[in-house]
């Protein structure tokens, strides 16, 4: 089983910077793909960025290249997602994801049913 709890949400203005985090605790651990979604009232869930855990390779929604940053630390069981130059439409309750699933080394599921476990989600609000 996977455990996931998000932390570092919080509200900020336009132009700065946070960084979420995602705690992994697991009793088993393969590969995983990693991936932080978003969500605002009455929406479906948007992709925002993925990582391989082991090997490090990423992927991110366009919405967000060059401003957002997805990382892992392998020795505090920690996902990251650096947010730069946040804009208010970059408010939403994001979430981390994890999936064991294996994919084609440059294939990273973008759909919410790709990913199996999920974390409780930390709200990101950025005014202007």
């Known amino acids: 089983q996977v455990q996931l709890v998000e932390s570092g949400g919080g509200s900020v203005q336009t132009g700065e910077s946070l960084r979420l985090s995602c705690a992994v605790s697991?009793?088993?651990?393969?590969?995983?793909?990693m991936a932080w979604f978003r969500q605002t009232p009455g929406k479906e869930r948007e992709f925002v960025a993925a990582?391989?855990?082991?090997?490090?390779?990423?992927d991110y929604a366009d919405s967000v290249k060059g401003r957002f940053t997805i990382s892992t630390d392998n020795a505090k069981n920690t996902m990251y997602l650096q947010l730069i130059s946040v804009k208010p439409e970059d408010t939403a309750v994001y979430f981390c994801?994890?999936?064991?699933?294996?994919?084609?080394?440059?294939?990273?599921?973008?759909?919410?049913?790709?990913?199996?476990?999920w974390g409780q989600g930390t709200q990101v609000t950025v005014s202007s």
């Open positions: 994801a994890a999936t064991m699933a294996s994919f084609a080394s440059n294939y990273f599921p973008k759909r919410e049913y790709d990913y199996v476990y």
């Open positions: 990582i391989r855990w082991s090997g490090g390779l990423t």
């Open positions: 697991r009793r088993t651990f393969s590969s995983p793909t």
